[in-house]
T-cell receptor, first 112, second 113 residues
Framework: GQQVMQIPQYQHVQEGEDFTTYCNSSTTLSNIQWYKQRPGGHPVFLIQLVKSGEVKKQKRLTFQFGEAKKNSSLHITATQTTDVGTYFC????????????FGKGTHLIIQP | SQTIHQWPATLVQPVGSPLSLECTVEGTSNPNLYWYRQAAGRGLQLLFY??????ISSEVPQNLSASRPQDRQFILSSKKLLLSDSGFYLC????????????FGQGTRLTVV
């Protein structure tokens, strides 16, 4: 079945360092979405990428969608303690009618 | 604006007992509804989804079932809980399947003892 793979599973950084998580799909995606889940919380939507090669920025966060629409990345510049949490990428199941399939997430741990 | 309510927030149930988790959405009509399970420190596993009243699709075989008795109500049930049913259960909704943003409820942390 369709899979969305995400690496790394865990990432420890010092506060102020950069962070990147990578997402790869076994199939071409019509769109890819990113979510953030704070410890003890629920996933919250961050962004959706639709176009091949698309790059979007939200303050210190930069999201990229690959040219082949099979991979994506999230880069955080100069991490802050508020960035702690798990970052998930998600792509449509079977073209989208059945919702999203999520990667296993990258847990971002920040050491002050 | 749209809101999603999920309850209870936490639940401790003995093995073999029944389960009923409820989720309701306000402020939208005919949403797609989903139940996900998240094991500790793990990803989100899609359990059930529904595109309309009485329409339920299951992604994985399991000890659970789902029902959608009303347009904006989604219920997750079990007749007899297993230890392996422990986890964090999340209800979610969206408007356009995998093409639109998903909104999650606060989640229910279920511990089967």
């Amino acid at each position: 079945g369709q899979q969305v793979m995400q690496i790394p599973q865990y990432q420890h950084v010092q506060e102020g360092e950069d962070f990147t998580t990578y997402c790869n799909s076994s199939t071409t995606l019509s769109n890819i979405q990113w979510y953030k889940q704070r410890p003890g919380g629920h996933p919250v939507f961050l962004i959706q990428l639709v176009k091949s090669g698309e790059v979007k920025k939200q303050k210190r966060l930069t999201f990229q969608f690959g040219e082949a629409k099979k991979n994506s990345s999230l880069h955080i510049t100069a991490t802050q303690t508020t960035d702690v949490g798990t970052y998930f990428c998600a792509g449509p199941i079977r073209g989208g009618a059945d919702g999203l399939t999520f990667g296993k997430g990258t847990h971002l741990i920040i050491q002050p | 604006s749209q809101t999603i309510h999920q309850w209870p927030a936490t639940l401790v149930q003995p093995v073999g007992s029944p389960l009923s988790l409820e989720c309701t959405v306000e402020g939208t009509s005919n949403p797609n509804l989903y139940w996900y399970r998240q094991a500790a420190g793990r990803g989100l596993q899609l359990l059930f989804y529904s595109v309309g009243i009485g329409q339920i699709s299951s992604e994985v075989p399991q000890n659970l079932s789902a029902s959608r008795p009303q347009d904006r109500q989604f219920i997750l049930s079990s007749k007899k809980l297993l230890l392996s049913d422990s986890g964090f259960y999340l209800c979610a909704w969206d408007e356009q399947g995998g093409w639109s943003e998903a909104f999650f409820g606060q989640g229910t942390r279920l511990t089967v003892v």
